[in-house]
């Protein structure tokens, strides 16, 4: 271990290798309720220093694992079988702007918001907009293939990446996809999207940029019963309408959220659904009638349009607090995230509601509605005794009745480590099969971020020629 | 038979060993002799237009895709060659059609797919819903992979509502620029330039249409049927910056370039493209992975331009 730091001191700085026992504990976690253990924590600076990390870390036998801004939220950035973690946050440049062509280049570190804000002047932004995207990392969108409520009409990061340079686990760099046309071969960049760090480390990312729209309105619709939010929101995609977002909020976000916001969310309600079009004016006009006239139809008590940018800023500041608004309710929470079909949303709730009182945990819902995207969160308080095992057991029978309704185990997390044992709920051996082959070819030795996504080859035994597990891992 | 047992059919043709060919439309690439020819099954099983979503076997053509879709006021984004283009070898070939700059290419349409492994079985990647990050998106792989890790069996595709109205117009490139007229208009369907000419095609509300034809000098005289018809040789994939370039190596009018894509479409074959060192490693890693015996759709990597 110390011939390997030395060599990693000399690669990149003293000061940007880490191996203090504090610095080691912060980096064994990530914004999931999992935690593991790093061996070192590295701040690479460019590409070349990042093929030194791995180079050294697999040369000394150590797995790596690279890490953004640490804020997924299924453990993806938990660090398993004693990695060189890579993190990535100190590359945060913005490298090339393109306002011409619509694309930049960015270093991984460089957070979602930050690279809109670089962008702004030139009527561009990024379009994937998670609830994270203050802290998260473009690095961590294209591991994760992040969405957020815009990507009902934009489309996820998969759809936002042109080109991306990956250090592959064996240390080569290579460059995925390209800034025009369509290159040749199979899409190694789109299927690298989404890999959740175990198919290699991303060094830089072309981005498309998306042209700010003309146009955009925003309503705000309130509900006496849950079920007819649910029925307007299949309704309105029913009526040939995209909008660019439909986000629900049920009553416990709602009285969690609004006296921490004050946006006038009514406290009354069973839910309130956010939606916002946006575009060209005439078409923007048309779709703000077309949701007025569903919501009414289909039971809103109220339907507003927000009166300025002010209100509109208000609204949505509610909808992206309301994980952080929980805090006033209680002090943890657990946040799921599935995909169930937009016709089964009603269903699936009830049923989410059900069992979270059969496990005697608070649930609120707030969430992606326009995409089926689910997002039941499970606040609870950890001292009490049995209420983390009641969490966890809720929170998987949600995960079962999801798939179980013709849904999915991710819609936006990713599988990391949290659902990676659910995985035979959504695919057979065959489908497993296929995919831990696909993985090997990145990774044949199994050192990229092991223990990850796939239930198959988890064992850190299998992991190089680890001679045993280090104190204080948890898998 | 019902969904599955085409399905097991299919998975029953290709067999656990031996070269096949999956034929689609051949509308890029003859089957050639030696493989042993298979076919996807074809039609449509559902269409859900308040999900946003449609299920079909690979051997359905575009043209019944469309038309189904069409009457439930949706459509599905993949480029249709001919009428014999299928929905698996759209996908397979993975060339995006000419409004790919708003819609998309074949990639970004395809949910999940059902496909058949080396080892003659079936196997699902993706997932039914219009989101999904659960596991690795091999949908990526496939679309773009001419059938050669997997000949693709049945698909759930998404949809998107037949916009309210869609024109084009055309007018002489020295009356309006394709690439002011890209930095001008807001989401176009498709820019396009054959060195003389410009065509515009925009979908939407019809006043925003007209308007967003108006904000760059065009109306009602320059209303065109259609695109033009685009050179069917070859393809070539240059960076935004270089389409100028690459267009002026043509005679005027010989090719047509989208812009905002960079792809030019021109008479002749292009030359196949060698992959970079790195990048080719990885795929044939990848193929080797998928199909060691290298049985699906053997020797199309030249008629699909990848040098080796």
């Known amino acids: 271990m110390d011939q390997l730091v030395a060599e990693l001191r000399s690669a990149l700085s003293a000061d940007r290798v880490r191996v203090e026992s504090l610095e080691l504990a912060l980096y064994a976690k990530d914004a999931s309720t999992l935690h593991g253990g790093a061996a070192i924590v590295c701040f690479p600076l460019d590409t070349a220093e990042v093929q030194a990390c791995v180079r050294l870390a697999v040369a000394h036998g150590h797995p790596f694992m690279p890490r953004g801004s640490g804020t997924g939220l299924a453990g993806g950035a938990v660090p398993l079988c004693a990695p060189v973690v890579i993190a990535t946050t100190k590359m945060d440049r913005v490298l090339e702007v393109s306002p011409e062509h619509r694309y930049a280049w960015v270093q991984p570190g460089v957070l979602n918001l930050d690279l809109s804000r670089a962008v702004a002047r030139h009527g561009l932004h990024f379009a994937p907009d998670p609830s994270s995207q203050q802290s998260c990392s473009i690095g961590g969108n294209v591991a994760n293939n992040s969405g957020g409520p815009h990507c009902l009409a934009y489309g996820v990061t998969s759809s936002h990446v042109l080109a991306v340079e990956v250090v592959l686990p064996d240390a080569t760099v290579v460059e995925l996809g390209a800034i025009g046309g369509d290159p040749g071969g199979f899409d190694l960049r789109g299927a690298f999207v989404g890999g959740e760090g175990t198919l290699g480390v991303a060094t830089r990312i072309a981005v498309r940029l998306t042209q700010n729209p003309p146009a955009v309105r925003t309503l705000l619709l309130d509900f006496e019963r849950l079920a007819d939010g649910a029925v307007t929101v299949s309704a309105i995609i029913a009526a040939g309408l995209v909008p660019a977002a439909i986000e629900m909020m049920d009553a416990n976000t709602i009285k969690a959220v609004e006296p921490f916001v004050g946006a006038g969310l009514p406290l009354d309600a069973a839910a309130v659904l956010l939606v916002e079009v946006d575009g060209l004016p005439h078409a923007v006009d048309a779709a703000v009638a077309t949701v007025q006239e569903i919501g009414e139809r289909c039971g809103a008590r109220t339907v507003q349009v927000a009166r300025d940018d002010t209100e509109r800023a208000a609204w949505w500041k509610a909808r992206k607090s309301a994980f952080g608004a929980v805090a006033r309710l209680q002090p943890d929470y657990y946040l799921h995230d599935t995909v169930v079909p937009r016709a089964r949303l009603v269903e699936v709730l009830e049923q989410v509601c059900e069992i979270a009182a059969r496990h005697e945990v608070m649930v609120l819902n707030v969430f992606h509605a326009g995409d089926g995207n689910l997002h039941p969160l499970l606040a609870y308080d950890a001292r009490v005794p049995g209420a983390v095992e009641r969490v966890h057991a809720a929170g998987e029978e949600i995960v079962r009745a999801s798939v179980a309704a013709g849904g999915v185990l991710s819609g936006e997390h990713g599988i990391g480590l949290e659902k990676r044992d659910l995985m035979p709920l959504q695919f057979s051996e065959v489908d497993l099969e296929l995919q831990d082959r696909f993985r090997r070819a990145w990774d044949p030795l199994g050192v990229a971020n092991p223990g990850k996504v796939l239930p198959r080859g988890a064992s850190c035994a299998e992991v190089m020629s680890l001679g045993r597990v280090p104190e204080g891992v948890w898998i | ?308």
């Open chain 2, 1 to 308: 038979m019902d969904l599955n047992d085409r399905l097991m059919a299919f998975a029953g043709d290709v067999g656990p060993g031996g070269p096949v060919w999956c034929a689609g439309g051949g509308t890029h690439a003859p089957v050639p002799t030696g493989p042993r020819e298979v076919r996807a099954p074809a039609g449509i099983t559902w269409l859900a237009a308040e999900e946003m979503t449609c299920r079909c076997g690979a051997g359905t053509t575009v043209a019944e895709l469309r038309a189904a879709t069409a009457a439930v006021g949706m459509r599905v984004h993949l480029p249709m060659v001919s009428d014999a283009t299928t929905v698996g070898g759209a996908i397979a070939v993975g060339h995006g059609s000419i409004t790919q700059l708003l819609h998309g290419p074949p990639r970004e349409a395809l949910l999940q797919a059902t496909v058949v492994t080396s080892a003659g079985q079936l196997a699902t990647v993706g997932g039914p819903t219009v989101k999904n990050v659960t596991g690795y998106d091999l949908c990526r792989l496939l679309a773009g992979s001419w059938g050669t890790v997997g000949p693709i069996a049945d698909v759930i595709l998404r949809m998107k509502p037949v916009p309210a109205c869609e024109r084009w117009y055309a007018t002489a490139s020295d009356r309006l620029d394709p690439f002011d007229a890209f930095a001008r208009l807001y989401r176009p369907a498709a820019v396009l330039w054959d060195g003389v000419n410009t065509w515009i095609g925009l979908e939407g509300h019809p006043d925003d249409v007209a308007e967003q034809a108006a904000a760059v000098g065009l109306g009602l005289g320059d209303e065109v049927d259609g695109p033009p018809p685009i050179p069917a040789g070859g393809r070539v994939s240059v960076a935004p910056a270089a389409v100028r370039a690459q267009l002026e190596q043509f005679p005027a009018g010989d090719a047509v370039a989208e812009i905002g894509v960079g792809v030019v479409h021109q008479q002749a074959a292009a030359a196949p493209v060698p992959l970079p060192p790195g990048v080719a490693l990885l795929q044939r890693r990848i193929k080797e992975a998928l199909d060691p015996s290298g049985r699906f759709n053997p020797g199309v990597e030249a008629v699909a331009g990848w040098a080796s």
